[in-house]
């Protein structure tokens, strides 16, 4: 029986940059579990919702994920040029460095430092993967009744 949108789904994945760079996977690392999501419900990114509608328990697929379908093209105006004095004490600012901001409404969204200068630092509030095609292996373990 094919998955169908509103189902509930278990499956183990792996994905992959257009280099073979792994940057996330159901089966090692920190996510070493499945994921269980409701197929086309939006919960995963758009390209991985429609991967799996579909699909048969036990099979498995490789998707090729375009940015619109994943996590949308780098954005410029996400750009934010801010005083270092409003960053967080204690650890010196440098390029590549990960930060926690608040949005108004109290979520917490990465930030990564782009640039240090002498009295500002610009923020980087894209998606880290944001103008990034995914590869993603996909099995479908099980639908959840």
Do not use: C, W
């Not at 579909?54 to 801010?82: H, N, T």
């Not at 010196?92 to 979520?107: F, H, I, K, V």
């Amino acid at each position: 029986m094919p998955v169908k949108s509103g189902d509930k789904v278990k499956v183990d994945y792996t994905g992959t940059l257009e280099d073979g760079t792994v940057f996330d996977s159901s089966t090692h690392g920190d996510h070493s579990h499945p994921l269980e999501f409701e197929a086309g419900s939006g919960q995963v990114i758009k390209g991985f919702d429609k991967a799996v509608i579909g699909m048969e328990v036990g099979q498995e697929k490789e998707v090729k994920i375009s940015p619109e379908e994943a996590y949308g093209e780098r954005r410029e105006e996400l750009m934010k040029e801010m005083p270092r004095s409003n960053l967080p004490e204690g650890k010196e600012p440098e390029a590549g460095m990960m930060l926690a901001m608040s949005t108004p409404d109290g979520r917490q969204i990465p930030v990564r430092i782009a640039e240090v200068k002498d009295d500002n630092v610009i923020l980087d509030m894209n998606h880290q993967l944001a103008g990034k095609t995914l590869i993603f292996k996909i099995k479908l373990l099980e639908i959840v009744s």
